[in-house]
């Protein structure tokens, strides 16, 4: 039933590790964002690209690295990975962002990373 | 940046009450709010959304209030039932960034 899908659902690595989430959408929608959420369940906006073009880039170590190869993929990819990098991350996408009435945004169902 | 509080952090009632969580938020150029519910382990669903021209919104037990002056926001459950037990978080969105609370647990006593 999901519009958004992300693979893994479960991933568990080894720090200084570099893996990837992948993050698909098939609503036709613009916009792509991921999320973080961590132990205490606060979530928190990363990036958002708009039709392949990075639109928001919040304050994230640049070891992740978002990578869109077309609208309907937003890939997140993260280098030499840390303990602190555990968390929950979401991939969410809406019809266009900055554009009221398609700006609702629709999450994937998660990709659970543990760092050991 | 926006800065959006939350409260209560918990929340616990019996079935059939009404329960009620609320939401502040720092910039009035946020104009769209949505409200996500959370079960464990599954993602947030979005259960209902007001924007910034609308005071007030409805949809069956949900209902969700807007006061911009004040800058704050609601939701209201009522005849709460066991199922609605989950994380609710609410958002205030202003240009693409959605800033959420930090979430309400709340639990439904039969």
């Known amino acids: 039933d999901t519009a958004v899908s992300q693979t893994p659902k479960y991933l568990v690595t080894q720090m200084g590790n570099d893996k990837s989430i992948k993050c698909e959408q098939n609503?036709?929608?613009?916009?792509m964002y991921w999320y973080k959420q961590d132990s205490k369940k606060f979530l928190k906006i990363m990036f958002s690209?708009?039709?392949?073009?990075?639109?928001i880039n919040e304050t994230v170590p640049n070891r992740f690295s978002p990578k869109s190869p077309d609208k309907a993929h937003l890939n997140l990819h993260i280098n030499s990975l840390e303990l602190g990098d555990s968390a929950v991350y979401f991939c969410?996408?809406?019809?266009?962002?900055?554009?009221?009435?398609?700006?609702?945004?629709?999450f994937g169902p998660g990709t659970r990373l543990t760092v050991l | 940046g926006e800065n959006v509080e939350q409260h209560p952090s918990t929340l616990s009632v019996q079935e059939g009450d009404s329960a009620v969580i609320k939401c502040t938020y720092s910039?009035?150029?946020?104009?769209?709010f949505p409200w996500y519910k959370q079960e464990l382990g599954k993602r947030p669903q979005l259960i209902i959304d007001?924007?910034?021209?609308?005071g007030e919104k409805k949809d069956q037990r949900i209902a969700v209030t807007l006061n911009k002056t004040a800058k704050h926001f609601s939701l209201h459950i009522t005849e709460t039932q066991p199922e609605d037990s989950a994380v609710y978080f609410c958002?205030?969105?202003?240009?693409?960034?959605?800033?959420f609370g930090k979430g309400t647990m709340l639990l439904v006593s039969p």
């Open positions: 969410a996408s809406s019809r266009q962002a900055r554009v009221q009435g398609r700006d609702t945004q629709y």
């Open positions: 609503l036709g929608h613009d916009t």
């Open positions: 690209y708009n039709n392949k073009e990075l639109i």
């Open positions: 910039d009035s150029a946020s104009n769209y």
């Open positions: 007001i924007r910034s021209n609308v």
């Open positions: 958002a205030a969105l202003k240009y693409s960034t959605l800033t």
